[in-house]
């Protein structure tokens, strides 16, 4: 929700305010962790571009897992099986499983906006990976694709999203999968 306000102006000069809210949509993504059989993460660097997130204001990049934005009336499987394929050339039948949800704030263009990620994860062979179909937006963002361990993840000064992303992976590699998605902070 948003505070607006509204001026109307009436007879002499006399004007009125009205503050009212209004309801601000939220950004609903689906994203994928992709495993391959070396517990690798398949994890997509972008350039920061027209979103900030206040924790890597020192960071011009960011990486994280591939996937994105709905489209109108798409559900969150759809469009995660549609992102991996424009994002990493990869035919999903599935879309996995749910673990992880991710709410949000960033700035995008100055403004606020609130997000909410679903996050699935799913065991997949060993690929390269090559972007298919990127909006151009992207193309401007899009540095590259690599798979990382958790080790390399927890050892490097890259900046991850989600910031614990290697502590959140390990119980995942070993099979534990949560039976309903866990809210993590991004």
């Known amino acids: 929700m948003a505070l ?5 102006r009436k007879g002499a000069g006399i004007i009125h305010t009205a503050f009212y809210m209004i309801e601000k949509p939220v950004v609903e993504s689906a994203r994928a962790l992709l495993i391959d059989p070396q517990d690798r993460v398949l994890l ?6 027209r979103m900030a997130i206040d924790a890597i ?8 897992t591939p996937g994105g934005s709905l489209h109108p009336g798409e559900s969150f499987e759809d469009a995660l099986l549609r992102e991996i394929f424009e994002e990493t ?10 673990v992880w949800t991710s709410p949000k704030r960033i ?14 994860i799913q065991r997949v062979p060993a690929f390269e990976p090559v972007p298919t179909a990127l909006t151009p937006e992207e193309r401007v963002t899009f540095r590259e694709l690599r798979w990382w361990s958790t080790d390399e ?17 390990r119980p995942l590699l070993t099979g534990a999968w949560p039976a309903e998605p866990v809210r993590i902070v991004p």
């Open 89 to 98: 050339g990869l035919h999903l039948d599935h879309p996995g499983h749910w």
């Open 44 to 49: 997509i660097q972008l350039a920061l571009g």
């Open 57 to 64: 204001a020192l960071h011009q990049t960011v990486w994280l």
């Open 4 to 8: 607006a306000a509204l001026f109307v």
């Open 153 to 169: 993840i927890a050892a490097s000064s890259e900046f991850f999203i989600p910031r614990q992303l290697a502590v959140l992976l």
């Open 107 to 120: 700035v995008r263009d100055g403004q606020p906006v609130d997000t909410l990620a679903r996050v699935y």
